[in-house]
Nanobody, 128 residues
Framework: VQLQASGGGLVQAGGSLRLSCASS????????MSWFRQAPGKEREFVSA???????????IYTDSVKGRFTISRDNAKNTVYLQMNSLKPEDTAIYYC???????????????????WGQGTQVTVSS
């Protein structure tokens, strides 16, 4: 499984970015697709996920600090997951990683160790 993240960049506080995570060899509709981020000197932290637990849909999950500002979505036809980030803050500055895992239980979603497949990361920098 290969994941390709893109869409990062430099933006002023209050601005927006949309990150994309594409996979060429994985049916994203059957995986839990998640975004994590890691700021310098800090541990990798969970941002958002679309949790697949069967059927055709998925449940969106967000860490508290991004609720109401970030929106995760998935285009199964394109095997791509998006993270729309609005009202960005300087504390959102980090490298953002997409990741995927099949058969993930809900309690494991925020744990980076639960995932086996990671993209290369894309830098998001928010200036004040």
């Amino acid at each position: 499984v290969q994941l390709q993240a893109s869409g990062g960049g430099l933006v002023q506080a209050g601005g927006s970015l949309r990150l994309s995570c594409a996979s060429s060899d994985m049916p994203s509709g059957r995986y839990t697709m998640s975004w994590f981020r890691q700021a310098p000197g800090k541990e990798r932290e969970f941002v958002s996920a679309i949790h697949w637990s069967g059927g055709s849909g998925g449940r969106a999950i967000y860490t508290d600090s991004v609720k109401g500002r970030f929106t995760i979505s998935r285009d199964n036809a394109k095997n791509t997951v998006y993270l729309q980030m609005n009202s960005l803050k300087p504390e959102d500055t980090a490298i953002y990683y997409c990741t995927a895992q099949a058969r993930l239980i809900s309690s494991s979603i925020p744990n980076p160790r639960a995932y086996n497949h990671w993209g290369q990361g894309t830098q998001v920098t928010v200036s004040s």
